[in-house]
């Protein structure tokens, strides 16, 4: 999952990373991996391929997704891939980061919901009540995201689908 930071990508649109720009320095992807990638996606999702920003925390708000593409001109943000790119190039590996978008450029995300999902991607359904009960006005603003998400999960699981295992090792 990613998000987005370019104007007009929506929950659910696919983006192949060209590579990773995090910390003063770009991480390229494998030109062979996307285009065979883009060519067996092509008839069944639409492919954005641009770069991904790598952040070390959340972005939550519609501005500072604006002020990162300014600063970057990433088409979308993770906080995973420049890590993953980073420790491909150390192993002398390619890399191709393939993303869906979680939350659009100019949707934001109410900062306490970072804190309601662990590393595993387990949602903490007492964080989760507090934070709504103590923050009732997000409860809009969480329903959206809640809808987006799923759109996003129905387009990773068609990717997956569609390259399946060992997809790009040939």
């Known amino acids: 999952m ?23 320095q770009t991480l390229r992807s494998d030109s062979a991996w996307i285009g065979r990638t883009r ?11 641009g ?18 593409y300014a600063a970057t001109g990433a088409v979308a943000l993770d906080m995973e891939s420049h890590a ?23 949707q934001s995300v109410p900062a306490w919901l970072s804190g309601v999902i662990d590393e595993t991607g387990a949602v903490n359904l007492a964080a989760f009540f507090g934070g709504l009960m103590a923050h009732p006005l997000d409860g809009v603003a969480v329903c959206r995201l809640a809808g987006a ?20 090792l040939l």
């Open 39 to 49: 060519e067996a996606l092509a008839d069944e999702l639409p492919i954005t391929v």
């Open 149 to 168: 998400n799923r759109r996003a999960m129905a387009s990773l699981r068609r990717v997956a689908v569609r390259l399946g295992p060992g997809f790009g």
């Open 2 to 24: 990613a998000g987005g930071l370019a104007p007009g990508l929506r929950a659910g649109d696919v983006v192949l990373a060209e590579g990773v720009v995090a910390g003063g």
């Open 51 to 68: 770069m991904l920003a790598g952040v070390a925390a959340p972005v939550v708000t519609g501005e500072e997704k604006r002020r990162l």
């Open 84 to 106: 993953v790119a980073a420790a491909a190039r150390g192993a002398g590996l390619p890399f191709l980061a393939i993303r869906v978008i979680a939350d659009a450029a100019t």
